[in-house]
């Protein structure tokens, strides 16, 4: 079922890839990041810290827009730190955003770009621990029970990029709102997720 689901999102990311390749390519690159996650659904959830990264293609449709794939292996989940209980939940995910970019002031050494556009993501891991306390001893761990095997999002954000040797220096900066729950069970637990990344596109 997990190779299903990876192939799934890997097949997807190449479909787009060549359903856009009437525009001009206009950039290829890498990038990478944090993740500042937590969830709804669930009380006083504190923002966990994870990796983001991975590659992108971008297709010029015209001077100002253009589309960009991107295939990126994202850390999320959630904190819970309270007197009488800790939670530490941790998910990965396989994540395709398709993003629409608007692209700013392109006479300018340091160029604004805004974008918008869903995110398909596939799980990858998902576990849990908790305590009574965060110094004391575990009380229960392992997998989440219920755990949906594919997470739906909205990603909106920006980034600036500027001029670095022979590419492109950029600096992204994204919210993911999920809209679907990453567990069947109790309802209501949606993927929150703030990303910061660096990247380089040639």
Same mark, same amino acid.
């Given at each position: ?15 787009? #890839? ?43 449709? #015209? ?24 939670v530490d939940a941790r998910f990965s995910y396989l994540e395709l955003p398709v993003l629409a970019k608007l692209t700013l002031l392109n006479h300018v050494p340091l160029k604004p770009e805004f974008y918008v556009g869903p ?21 229960? #761990? ?46 209501? #637990? ?13």
């Open positions: 079922m997990k190779e299903k689901g990876l192939c799934t999102v890997i097949l997807l990311f190449l479909f787009f #890839s060549n359903a856009i390749q009437a525009g001009q390519i206009s950039g290829k690159g890498l990038k990478a990041g944090i993740n500042l996650a937590k969830s709804s659904g669930v009380v006083n959830p504190k923002f966990k810290t994870g990796f983001v990264g991975g590659g992108f293609l971008r297709y010029k449709l #015209s001077k100002a827009f253009s589309i960009q794939p991107e295939l990126l292996f994202s850390m999320k989940g959630y904190n819970v730190d309270e007197d009488f209980l800790t995110a398909l993501g596939y799980n990858l891991t998902n576990e849990f621990e908790s305590r009574f306390s965060s110094n004391g001893p575990v009380v229960a #761990s392992g997998d989440i029970t219920g755990f949906n095997d594919f997470d739906l999002g909205l990603v909106f954000g920006g980034n600036f990029s500027f001029e670095l040797g022979s590419g492109q220096m950029l600096l992204d900066f994204r919210f993911n709102l999920g809209l679907r729950d990453w567990e069947s069970q109790l309802g209501g #637990s949606k993927n929150r997720a703030i990303s910061i990344m660096a990247g380089y596109s040639l």
